[in-house]
């Protein structure tokens, strides 16, 4: 009896102890466990997701407020040049398409050198050919007189049917440039005269000085002055002959020849004659002719233009020596 009673709590406790070592280590293993999480750095695949997820959502482009996302994030993105029109379709228009480029040949930048030529020749710049007495200035200067006589002077027109005559001292004169200008004197008085310049003031004339007749000075003040402050410029005279005329000089042949402008309106600037398709322009003299030394243009036609940058061409006169010869032009009022 003694024996069974013994035996029966030894099973007992083997069976405890059977029982109670894998508990324990399940109970071990669950702190051990809890331990694990709770140390840092432990879960370390739990924190990194968080991470990974965001860089993702970083990669990703962000929905525009207002916009609303694809219902089925797997269709695919619409392509940029569906949705934004590339610069080449909408936002610059290919040149050849909308706005062709003129071709050199048809419209060119400059003409060519010829044709610039004649357009020079034909509308010369007035600025150019005004020379010293420019139109639309005023001059200021010293009235003196002399005694002009008949009225001729180094212009050469020859006597004058008017003594409202002047000479123009050599600055201005400008080898001949100022023969013939109407000119509008004014005194500091308040008088004024107009006369006409046919002849040269050389030293001591100073610029825009000018050597009035006596009847001219007289206008103006009392001869006994003596010097009178001035003003003066050029004018464009309504009265002048309907016609200008055309003088050879004398000596004047088919081998060479001198021509002078008589009645002009206006200051002549330059005289031309025909060379070789085009025109020359002859060399003016101190007496107010322009010279061909060559005979070239001799008898032909003349192109005369003023210091305005008008032009006047001249029919072919013939060669008369010392004879005044009319045409059918005259140049406009200014």
Same mark, same amino acid.
């Given at each position: ?44 695949? @739990? ?67 010829? @044709? ?16 010293? +007495? ?17 009225? /001729? ?35 500091? /008085?308040?008088?004024? +005269?107009?006369?006409?310049?046919? /002849? ?101 036609? +003349? ?32």
């Amino acid at each position: 009896m003694k024996a069974t009673k013994h035996a029966a709590p030894q099973s007992n406790r083997r069976r405890g102890l059977t029982l109670g070592i894998p508990l324990a280590l399940v109970a071990v293993g669950v702190l051990v466990l809890l331990a694990f999480t709770l140390l840092p750095g432990g879960g370390d695949g @739990a924190v990194s997701a968080e991470p990974a997820a965001a860089s993702v959502a970083a990669t990703e482009p962000s929905t525009p407020s207002g916009v609303s996302a694809p219902a089925d994030p797997t269709s695919p993105t619409p392509s940029p040049s569906a949705t934004t029109p590339t610069p080449s379709a909408t936002a610059t228009p290919s040149p050849s398409a909308t706005t062709p480029t003129p071709k050199p040949s048809a419209t060119p930048a400059t003409p060519p050198p010829s @044709a610039a030529a004649s357009s020079a020749r034909s509308v010369p710049a007035s600025a150019s050919q005004a020379g010293q +007495i420019k139109p639309g200035a005023s001059y200021q200067g010293i009235a003196t007189s002399y005694d002009a006589a008949d009225g /001729n002077g180094a212009c050469s027109f020859g006597p004058s049917g008017d003594m409202m005559v002047a000479a123009m001292n050599s600055t201005d004169y400008e080898t001949s440039k100022a023969c013939g200008a109407s000119v509008l004197v004014r005194a500091a /008085n308040g008088a004024s +005269i107009t006369v006409r310049i046919v /002849n040269e003031c050389p030293l001591p004339c100073a610029p825009g000085q000018l050597d009035l007749s006596h009847e001219a000075f007289g206008k103006l003040a009392d001869l006994s002055v003596g010097r009178l402050p001035i003003t003066w410029t050029l004018l464009s005279p309504g009265t002048a002959p309907d016609t200008m005329s055309i003088r050879y000089k004398v000596g004047s042949s088919q081998w060479w020849c001198g021509i002078q402008v008589i009645g002009h309106r206006n200051p002549v600037a330059a005289l031309e004659v025909p060379a070789g398709g085009g025109w020359r322009q002859l060399t003016r003299t101190d007496y107010n002719y322009f010279l061909s030394p060559d005979g070239s243009g001799c008898g032909g036609r +003349i192109r005369v233009t003023d210091v305005y940058g008008e032009q006047l061409t001249v029919d072919a006169l013939p060669v008369k020596p010392d004879a005044v010869q009319p045409t059918r032009v005259q140049f406009s009022r200014h």
